[in-house]
């Protein structure tokens, strides 16, 4: 069983589907994960059933319990990435980079992001 989940392994599922598999990949029973994310196993069971939606905390702390982030048991991979063709190609081009290009392409988007709000808190005011 592989220790990795895939973003691409939850596309089309729901959260249910996505915390069952996510546990099953990561070798823990329904018990074992309830243990660690401090919920009665029947909490679980509902969760994984559909029955039941987890809290804002509890949804933290299956994340953590299950090593992924939050978006990763919430969202579809199709619901997070830019929905901008042309970008979606830029990403892929800047996945190939090295870290410290990286670094810079991050720099220079988030100078770009807090220049845009800027520009919005300004226009607001």
Request: charged residues 25%; glycine residues 4%; contains cysteine.
């Amino acid at each position: 069983m592989s220790a990795s989940f895939n973003r691409t392994d939850s596309c089309a599922m729901a959260f249910p589907e996505r915390v069952t598999a996510l546990r099953k990949q990561r070798g823990l029973s329904q018990r074992a994960l309830a243990e660690a994310v401090g919920v009665h196993l029947t909490q679980v069971q509902r969760y994984e059933a559909g029955a039941g939606q987890p809290t804002l905390d509890v949804v933290r702390r299956l994340a953590i319990a299950l090593s992924v982030s939050a978006d990763v048991l919430i969202f579809d991979p199709a619901e997070r990435g830019p929905q901008d063709d042309d970008l979606k190609l830029i990403f892929e081009a800047v996945e190939q980079f090295t870290p410290d290009e990286k670094a810079t392409a991050k720099t220079v988007l988030q100078g770009l992001v807090l220049q845009h709000q800027a520009r919005r808190w300004a226009k607001a005011s």
